[in-house]
T-cell receptor, first 112, second 110 residues
């Protein structure tokens, strides 16, 4: 059984640029949630995708957007990057909307 | 708004010295309290889900308990490999997002 994978591992971007992060869900999981984790903080919920539809969103501006594909993999897009967007971005998959969420290793984004 | 507070922020134990981590929460209609372990620079690793007051779950040296206002993660005779940050999260009734605390950073020394 393959766990949750994310790419890339690390990324350095300049303020104002755009970035796309990718996530492959665990085998058999149809729900993907994205979280932002700043240094020393707990993960903050960005949004969740279930069967290719956004299914809940946290307090993040519209420049954070996402997609889920028919194979349940997902992308997180962030436009107009700001310095405060520097964080570990985590993807978690689950077998349903309310089941246990299993996290990937994360993508470390640094905005300079 | 859902809130999760974890204490202490950091804990240093000697190997074999048992202790407990606390997670206090306020949530509208708890639909699950979750414990995760996170190693530096890695994603959280799922440990337990608790659903109702009085419920307990165990895994190796860890035992999680739940009341109507808080959860405890008891660590019995810890080993250095138990060193990590332990995160607590809640899911509200009618919602799917997890609200996390800031974690307890545990260090177990020889």
């Amino acid at each position: 059984e393959t766990g949750v994978t994310q790419s890339p591992t690390h990324l350095i971007k300049t303020r104002g640029q755009q970035v796309t992060l990718r996530c492959s869900s665990q085998s058999g999981h149809n729900t993907v949630s994205w979280y932002q984790q700043a240094l020393g903080q707990g993960p903050q919920f960005i949004f969740q995708y279930y069967r290719e539809e956004e299914n809940g969103r946290g307090n993040f501006p519209p420049r954070f957007s996402g997609l889920q594909f028919p194979n349940y993999s997902s992308e997180l897009n962030v436009n107009a990057l700001e310095l405060d967007d520097s964080a570990l971005y985590l993807c978690a998959s689950s077998s349903g909307q309310g089941e246990e969420q299993y996290f990937g290793p994360g993508t470390r984004l640094t905005v300079t | 708004e859902d809130q999760v507070t974890q204490s202490p922020e950091a804990l240093r134990l000697q190997e074999g010295e048992s202790s407990s981590l606390n997670c206090s929460y306020t949530v509208s209609g708890l639909r699950g309290l979750f414990w995760y372990r996170q190693d530096p620079g890695k994603g959280p690793e799922f440990l337990f889900t608790l659903y109702s007051a009085g419920e307990e779950k165990e895994k190796e040296r860890l035992k999680a308990t739940l009341t109507k206002k808080e959860s405890f993660l008891h660590i019995t005779a810890p080993k250095p490999e138990d060193s990590a940050t332990y995160l607590c999260a809640v899911r509200p009734g009618g919602g799917n997002k997890l609200t996390f605390g800031t974690g307890t950073q545990l260090k177990v020394e020889l």
